[in-house]
């Protein structure tokens, strides 16, 4: 596997006007802020315009990945030996997590990464119990700002959620 490469790909992908703004989320952005663990894809989130049918046609990236002879694999597209699957942005949180990205460069590959905050909202959001593993380590890792946290669970109907994270797992 070479993540460089995968990068480079996505990286010409977006020049060439396959779509616009992209961050990598998931486990792979979580590993950069915390210790690694186990994951089997590259989750790249994009901003995509529905049709008028409401509907996201990942036809293009099909398509120009195709042309290039990186093959569909699972719920993604195999590009340089990393499975990557092409998310839409497709809440408010994943959005604002998409618009404030931060840029980063990756074995000298300019990319963009979600925040550790709105990875942990994120993580509140979905609340499977691989999420709460992932926000001890984020709590216990990361020097993540609990004041920016706050701030993004309050935007999008999360506070709740952190108080009984904080409850349940935090709790002594």
């Known amino acids: 596997m070479n993540f460089e490469k995968t990068l480079q790909v996505l990286g010409r992908m977006q020049q060439d006007g396959v779509f616009g703004k992209y961050a990598i989320g998931g486990a792979v952005a979580a590993f950069l802020y915390i210790e690694p663990g186990t994951t089997f894809d590259l989750d790249v989130f994009i901003a995509w315009e529905t049709g008028a049918s409401g509907l996201v046609d990942l036809g293009p990236i099909y398509r120009y990945l195709g042309d290039k002879g990186y093959q569909p694999q699972r719920e993604g597209i195999l590009i340089e030996g990393w499975e990557v699957q092409f998310l839409p942005a497709g809440s408010a949180l994943e959005d604002e997590a998409l618009e404030q990205a931060i840029p980063i ?5 300019p990319t963009h990464i979600f925040s550790r905050e709105h990875l942990m909202a994120i993580c509140l959001k979905t609340g499977r119990p691989k999420d709460h593993a992932r926000l001890v380590q984020f709590v216990e890792e990361s020097g993540f700002d609990e ?3 706050l701030a993004i669970a309050k935007r999008h109907g999360l506070e709740h959620a ?3 994270f904080k409850k349940r797992f ?3």
Do not use: H, Y
Request: proline letters at 7%; charged letters at 35%; hydrophobic letters at 45%.
């Open 162 to 164: 952190w108080e009984e």
């Open 170 to 172: 935090l709790s002594p």
């Open 105 to 109: 460069e990756i074995s000298r590959v």
């Open 147 to 149: 004041a920016r946290l």
